[in-house]
C-alpha cells in the first residue's frame, strides 16, 4: 500500500503559520519567549516558527536544539548529556518556552525532553507545540499548540518531511 500524503507544501506551511499566531496569543507578542526544538525535524521547525515570529512581531526570538537521546527512559544507563556547548545553551531560567516537534504520538520523547529542559534550568512555564498529533499517548502529555490532529493506527507511521532535510515539505502516513 502506498504512502498516503496528509498535509502537502502549503498545508504544512499553513499549519506552521496557525501555531505561530496561537503562540503569540498565548504569550502576547515573543518577550520572555524561548523556542525550543526536538532534533532533528522540531529544530527546523522551531527555526521557520522563530522566522515567522520576526516577521509578525518584528522580535527575534532565541532559538535551541536540543537531542534528547540521554534523557530517553529506553535508555536507563545514560549520562544526562545535552551535547551542547556553551554558545549553543541558552539561558532558560524564568523563560517561556515553546517545546516544539514533529510528531507527538506515545509521549515519551516529550517526556525526555522536559527532563533535558529541567536539567539545564527552571523555565517560567513550558508548552508544547507539534506539527502532528497521532495520539496513542503512554503518558499524561498533551500539546498546546498542534498543526493537525492525524488520527492513526497503532500499526502506522507518520513521516514528516521537511525541505532543509528532505527536500520538500510534506507529512505522509506510512502503512
Known amino acids: 500500500m502506498p504512502n498516503k500524503e496528509v498535509l502537502d507544501n502549503a498545508s504544512l506551511q499553513r499549519a506552521l503559520t496557525r501555531i505561530t499566531y496561537e503562540i503569540i496569543e498565548r504569550n502576547k507578542g515573543g518577550k520572555n519567549l524561548v523556542l525550543v526544538g526536538i532534533k532533528t525535524r522540531g529544530e527546523y521547525l522551531a527555526r521557520r516558527i522563530a522566522d515567522r515570529l520576526e ?3 518584528g522580535v527575534q526570538i ?23 556547548n556553551s554558545e549553543e545553551r541558552l539561558n532558560i531560567s524564568e523563560q517561556n518556552i515553546v517545546l516544539i516537534d514533529d510528531v507527538l504520538f506515545t509521549g515519551r520523547t516529550i517526556r525526555a525532553a522536559l527532563d533535558a529542559l ?7 512555564t513550558i508548552s508544547l507545540a507539534v506539527l502532528v498529533d497521532r495520539g496513542h499517548r503512554e503518558l499524561p502529555i498533551r500539546a498546546d499548540f498542534v498543526g493537525k490532529n492525524i488520527p492513526t493506527a497503532q500499526n502506522e507511521k507518520i513521516k514528516v518531511f521537511v525541505q532543509e532535510i528532505d527536500g520538500k515539505d510534506a507529512v505522509e502516513i506510512v502503512h
Do not use: S, W, Y
Not at 536540543?66 to 545535552?82: S, V
Not at 529541567?118 to 517560567?124: E, Q, T, W
Open 55 to 57: 516577521q509578525l512581531e
Open 62 to 84: 532565541p532559538v535551541m536544539a536540543i537531542d534528547i537521546t540521554n534523557f530517553r527512559d529506553d535508555k536507563p544507563d545514560q549520562h544526562n548529556d545535552l551535547g551542547l
Open 118 to 124: 529541567i536539567h539545564i534550568g527552571r523555565p517560567k
